[in-house]
């Protein structure tokens, strides 16, 4: 008795959801730094735009990461390459294995195990300009439920959305008709 040739069917991949809307570019740009940042070697790009986060705004004026290469087939125990400016390379080579636990602090998972110091220059981040300051003082009722709140910068964020509410409540958006 022979056996009936064996076929495989394939399922197709299921297409992605199409919202039919307009979409922010924020909102695709994730998916398209990502994709550019594990090309050159970044499981995730957080790692970047969170330099001085986690190593601290002291370490991460004097450094930036340029990669994290895995052994093949694995994803931890990578090395981080790290570049340095100037003198600072003996510093950041002491300090390794404070920088290493902070970096797997921040992934979860022992996702480096060794530094790679790199010398070389690296370029200033470009200073924000400082918004404008209100000229108008915050109404009470606003400015009573914002003094609760702890972190400066949540504060100063949220008492500039106060702000631009209030300056909007004032004035319609085209203008009065008198």
């Known amino acids: 008795m022979t056996k009936p040739p064996r076929t495989t069917t394939r399922q197709p991949r299921p297409e992605p959801k199409r919202s039919n809307r307009v979409r922010a570019v924020s909102e695709l740009l994730p998916d398209v730094g990502g994709a550019a940042f594990r090309k050159f070697g970044f499981v995730q790009s957080a790692v970047v735009s969170r330099w001085a986060e986690i190593v601290g705004e002291r370490y991460a004026r004097v450094s930036a990461p340029e990669s994290i290469r895995f052994p093949r087939g694995k994803r931890e125990e990578g090395v981080l390459a790290l570049t340095v400016s100037g003198a600072f390379a003996p510093m950041m080579q002491h300090i ?3 920088i290493i636990e902070r970096v797997n602090r921040f992934f979860g998972y022992p996702a480096v195990a060794k530094l790679a110091i790199r010398h070389g ?3 200033a981040p470009k200073a924000k300009p400082a918004p404008p300051p209100s000229l108008k003082p915050l109404p009470q009722a606003m400015g009573d439920s914002l003094r609760g709140i702890a972190d400066p910068e949540l504060r100063a964020v949220l008492e500039s959305l106060a702000a631009g509410v209030a300056a909007q ?8 008709i008198d």
């Open 96 to 98: 390794a294995p404070e």
């Open 169 to 176: 409540e004032e004035t319609p958006v085209f203008g009065r």
């Open 121 to 123: 220059d690296l370029r």
